[in-house]
């Protein structure tokens, strides 16, 4: 540049561009500026024929190249070629820095006039450019064209490296540095390096302090036009990005992403330390704390410290009892809004959370989690104590106060205690008779939600637990454990009493009731009383006539469900009591232990009026009708 004129000095014609040598010799309209008027002197005007016959050779020739896709004109900064002059000018300013073109709202300054235009539109808010397939305005065709492939899903822009697709020109440019590492923007505040100066530009903010971008709505600030756009979107209520796999729509992008991955469970951030992966980085940063024992968050009022700010969060409301999300189907409220929301699909019925390897559908993602461990094996909360390791973090803890014997959770109406608070209000529920599990199918009501989730399983036929050894299902984790003691034979639980052993603690309980003749389970009807609660819930319905378990195969009904497995084995012909003495098989444990005592000739029920024996009780009956027509007692 020499006094504000264009010299060409960064230009040179690429070689065989020109068919003669007299048009190498031209005045060159190269060498003028954009300002000049073109004013010749005599000389050349007495030429003008020959020169205007010239210029139009030259810009037909520039024509016919441009249709050939030649460049005639090359930069000699960096010798990239243009095929045209003016796009060569406007090239040049990138090396020469120079920007002519000043919007006169804000002074900013452009190095081309239609980069002006497109700036101006933000001071008028002219949007000319509208999405044909949502309504959505841009200021320009290229914002617009970027946006449409949100609609298309088109990618156009591919990283050589992993193959990853993008729909931005420079959004493929920071992914690249990804692979490169290349973060050569530092900022000279706290040595944090960027990959973009847009980005180093928005970090700077936080060091001054600056928010330029203001909500017109409520007056919030922003250090970034991006965080302004999304926030504006809690005042319109918009969700612009949908999912596709389920409907689910987001305010912004990032959260769309993070959503897709409980679809394809995708886990891209992995720790280096473990092996373990995240499908957000915020959870490996959390995940790395567990190596680093780093707690930043730390509780004022007592002094605890958390890995994360929403542990925290969750924990201060212990201090303060605050719950103010309530559920408007059933009252209860909680500490948070996503407690809530998973709350609230015990009424909907929503599983948005399904597992690839067996399809069973959860209310929530951590559910789900844990659920897939069952297929993966893994088992990553260990015991310090003992060694055991366990699928989930609860699991654990529970487990450790079988170390510890701790149980801080005591009920004020009878002073049992039990390790966890969930326990404890279960139990509470038997004093208030509080049901709030309702079962949509036949409208029966449970104390817990797992108590439910077993019941529905007699609607659906699902047995998920399956036993290794015989192949035989269940419906419960705890019926399958049962189980397993037939073929181990395993009856670690011992009545001090008698010494009779049990393979459950429960079944113990209920036989100890024997020798201390305890009937804790009362009829509020009738005033009669039962060891166990089953044998209470099962006379309860010869006051109320209810038979509640019906057979699939012929319609009959029963009052429990022990006597439905009896009955159904008339259709399936299953026998399962098998005597060990001559291999006869029987459908009822009862039939088999009468007819046991026709090998051990045992003799067991006695006719106190005559003090004669029988093995059975049809034997006794048929004796007694000998006699008088009375019935003496059965000893």
């Excluded at 020469?96 to 006169?104: D, V």
């Excluded at 260990?382 to 803890?397: D, I, P, T, V, W």
């Excluded at 022990?562 to 259709?571: A, E, F, M, P």
Aim: with cysteine; aromatic share 6%; charged share 30%.
């Amino acid at each position: 540049m020499e006094g504000g004129r264009w010299t060409g000095d960064l230009v040179r014609l690429s070689p065989g561009s020109l068919p003669t040598t007299s048009e190498h010799s031209l005045p060159g309209p190269l060498e003028k500026s954009d300002s000049q008027t073109g004013e010749e002197d005599e000389s050349q005007n007495s030429m003008e024929p020959q020169v205007n016959s010239l210029g139009r050779t030259k810009k037909l020739r520039i024509q016919q190249e441009t249709h050939k896709g030649e460049k005639l004109f090359e930069c000699i900064e960096c010798e990239k070629s243009f095929s045209t002059t003016g796009k060569l000018r406007i090239h040049q300013r990138t090396h020469t820095g120079e920007k002519p073109f000043e919007c006169i709202e804000c002074g900013k300054s452009f190095s081309r006039n239609d980069a002006l235009r497109i700036h101006q539109r933000t001071h008028t808010g002219e949007k000319p450019f509208k999405c044909m397939e949502c309504g959505k305005s841009y200021r320009d065709s290229g914002s617009l064209r970027i946006h449409q492939r949100t609609h298309t899903g088109e990618k156009p822009f591919k990283c050589m490296e992993c193959g990853k697709g993008f729909s931005r020109s420079g959004t493929l440019r920071s992914h690249l540095r990804i692979h490169t590492e290349d973060k050569p923007l530092k900022c000279i505040e706290c040595g944090k390096s960027f990959s973009e100066s847009g980005a180093l530009r928005i970090h700077q903010r936080i060091h001054t302090g600056e928010k330029p971008f203001k909500c017109m709505e409520c007056g919030k600030s922003f250090n970034d036009s991006g965080s302004l756009r999304i926030h504006q979107r809690t005042h319109t209520g918009e969700k612009p990005f949908k999912c596709i796999e389920c409907g689910k729509s987001f305010s912004e992008s990032g959260h769309l992403r993070r959503h897709q991955r409980t679809h394809t469970g995708e886990k891209p951030f992995k720790c280096t330390e473990c092996g373990k992966s995240y499908s957000q980085s915020e959870g490996l940063r959390i995940h790395q704390r567990t190596h680093t024992g780093d707690k930043p968050f730390k509780c004022m009022q007592c002094g605890k410290s958390f890995h994360e700010s929403g542990a925290l969060r969750r924990h201060q409301q212990t201090h303060t009892g605050e719950k103010p999300f309530e559920c408007i189907e059933c009252g209860k409220s909680y500490s948070r809004s996503g407690e809530l929301r998973i709350h609230q699909r015990i009424h909907t019925g929503e599983k948005p959370f399904k597992c690839m390897e067996c399809g069973k559908s959860y209310s929530d993602s951590g559910s789900l989690r844990i659920h897939q461990r069952t297929h993966t094996g893994e088992k990553p909360f260990k015991c310090m104590q003992c060694g055991k390791s366990f699928h989930e973090s609860g699991a654990l803890r529970r487990h450790q106060q079988t170390h510890t014997g701790e149980k801080p959770f005591e009920c004020i109406e009878c002073g049992k205690s039990y390790s966890r608070s969930g326990e404890l209000r279960i139990h509470q529920r038997t004093h208030t008779g509080e049901k709030p599990f309702k079962c949509m199918e036949c409208g029966k009501s449970y104390r817990d939600s797992g108590s439910l989730r077993i019941h529905q399983r007699t609607h659906t036929g699902e047995k998920p637990f399956k036993c290794m050894q015989c192949g035989k299902s269940f419906h419960e984790s705890g019926a399958l454990r049962r189980h397993q003691q037939t073929h181990t034979g395993e009856k670690p639980f011992e009545c001090v009493d008698c010494g009779k052993s049990f393979s459950r603690s429960g079944t113990l309980r209920r036989h100890q009731r024997t020798h201390t003749g305890e009937k804790p389970f009362k009829c509020i009807e009738c005033g009669k009383s039962y060891s166990r609660s089953g044998e209470l819930r099962i006379h309860q319905q010869t006051h109320t006539g209810e038979k509640p378990f019906k057979c699939m195969e012929c319609g009959k009904s029963y009052r429990d469900s022990g006597s439905l497995r009896i009955h159904q084995r008339t259709h399936t012909g299953e026998k399962p009591f098998q005597c060990m003495q001559c291999g006869k098989s029987f459908s009822r444990s009862g039939t088999l232990r009468r007819h046991q005592r026709t090998h051990t000739g045992e003799k067991s029920i006695k006719c106190i009026e005559y003090g004669k024996s029988y093995s059975q009780y049809g034997a006794l009956r048929r004796h007694q009708r000998t006699h008088t027509g009375q019935k003496p007692r059965i000893l």
